[in-house]
């Protein structure tokens, strides 16, 4: 109440306090805050701490503070301090504060925060202008918009790089919007963040909010930010719109929408949705993005520079925005760690369109050093990930384009993935002298459009199973590779293939570049070319370039529609085993053709084999290899 009424007070004066105090009912909260009258002063609307007021729109209460008061929430234009009572849901409304829609409260807010005791609610019910930033929040506060996605801030680009607001421990920020006004004459936004996890809090809930503005970074959760979540959330045009740095682990980013990016004042690119960052030597391990929609960035979609252990990606939608796994980079002061690479990653039930997942492995010991070859080392390449139910699509001009693309990393398995117009897989020795190694590819789905050089071409893997469980190949002219092996030195593949093929030319299937010693098998394949000219001279297998003795197994295959099996081209080296065993022919003209150089091939065996075609091995004079074993009652 306004002012004890005394027992034998004058009529006049009981009269002022009950106008006073009809005033204040009736009063909203920007007419309480611009109220003039009420005073700290004798007078009829003279008001002590302690006393009560309330609105009648909105039903707002407020205690009447000291006039000394630091930690009140307002002040009205006559100067009494008040103290904002929450309502039935423990919440403050910045109406109830007297702000306006549109309002600059920059120097309004920083004294709200200041006040919010530990556990405290803020619901805004506005958009406003605000310049301040780095307002700490109190341990299990919650901020919430009263409208989700329209009630919010938008910050003016100001002079400080931090965050507007800073989380601590199991804070609640839900349904607010978030814009950054940046003056054109001053470009990019820089680092102006919207919100910054305080190191080491845990349990922070981002839920429902919108996130826009050309800078730096949206969201930071910082080193030891831990049991996290960012759910339903909209990102766009920042460059890092969620950076997630150093031990930030076990988080989850959960039905968010991330788009958009621009180009920085020095002309890069810049638009990754979801960034990693080291702190010390650890990054972000146990983090799960799920259901998450990714469209149309100007770079990565997930890039994990900070490394990702024992992440797991389901579920999500990725649009011309991919992923980007990477062991850490090692700098002088920042030495390489175990605990930050990526590793142990799973991708489940994604769906990629016109992009793919890049593996790579960064590191190189001594910084300054030589990039040295470390592929017999495993512990410094981005390795231990499995793919499991996730579909790759491309449109036609894309045929060239891959769905993994490894540069020095180790131990790919993918199982039960889906190839449309994207070829599964293409590895390069990455420029720090890094080779890929054990791959696997099972129970793929592979559809190639009509087109030429499609393949998995330029493969340095050294250990490489491929089962197509239905591998759909349409070339449309004789420059055609499905599966270029360049320098492995184990290989198997198997499966399924029905090719379309042209019916002139030398469209070459299966062409392996083997440059060191290697053992390539090719069993339990089903081939069938339904192209219009049965017998077009198609190779399954071609020889080229081999530069040491290679082993070369087809087994149990069903072959329908070649000339030649296996094709040998020059330059092969002597010492080569060609072997084949358990195969159903039908329309094989023959089963290896060597070329005019001797020495091409040493061995080639033959056994149980079904309608052997005459002249099965053919070449020029010295070339047809010394030891064979062909023909007979054993290969029926």
Known sequence: MIGAIANGENLGSVRGKINSLIRAIRATGPELAADSTLSYSAGNNRVQA??????????????????????????????????????????????????TDGQDVSALLPQVIAALPAGGKLRVSGFYEVEAHSLQLPSDCELRARVPRVHGFNRRMGSSQNGLFFTAQRCRIIGLRFRLTVDPANGIGGNRMFLDAAVNSTGILIENCDFAGRTGVHVRLRNNTQDWTVRNCRFENGAWMLVISGACHDGVVEGCYFTGGFTDQNGQSAGECIKTLRSGPTGPQ??????????????????????SPYWVIENNHFWQSGIDLKSPWELPNRPFSDEAKASEVVLSNNSFYRCNVILVTNYRPGYDDPFPAIEDNDRYCTQNIVSTGNKFYGPPEMNNGEAFYMKGSANLFSTGDVFINMRPLRADQEHFGHYSKRVSITEATWIVPPGEGNGMQGLNIDDLTLHFKFLHLRARNSNFSAITLEGGKRGVISGTVLY????????????????????????????????????????????????????????????????????????????????????????????????????????VHARQIRALPPGSVAGAAGAVPPNRSLGGSSFL
């Open 286 to 307: 146990r983090v799960r993005v799920t259901n998450c929609t990714f469209v149309n960035t100007t770079r990565d979609a997930i890039d994990t520079t900070g490394g």
């Open 500 to 603: 379309e093929g042209h019916s002139s030319g030398n469209p070459i299937i299966w062409l392996v570049e083997n440059r060191g010693a290697s053992k390539l098998v090719i069993r339990d394949l089903q081939f069938r070319n339904a192209a219009e000219a049965a017998q077009s001279n198609i190779a399954i297998l071609g020889m080229t370039g081999t530069r040491s003795r290679s082993e070369i197994m087809i087994h149990n295959c069903d072959i329908d529609g070649v000339q030649d099996i296996a094709r040998f081209f020059a330059a092969n080296t002597p010492g080569s085993w060609l072997e084949f065993d358990a195969l159903r022919l039908t329309n094989v003209s023959r089963l290896v053709r060597v070329p005019g150089t001797s020495g091409a091939l040493d061995q």
């Open 50 to 99: 302690g006393d009560l007021l309330m609105t009648l729109a909105g039903g707002f209460g407020y205690r009447v503070a000291a006039s000394g008061a630091s930690d009140h929430h307002m002040t009205t234009a006559g100067g009494v301090k008040l103290h904002a009572l929450p309502d039935g849901e423990g919440f403050i409304d910045t109406e109830q504060l007297g702000w």
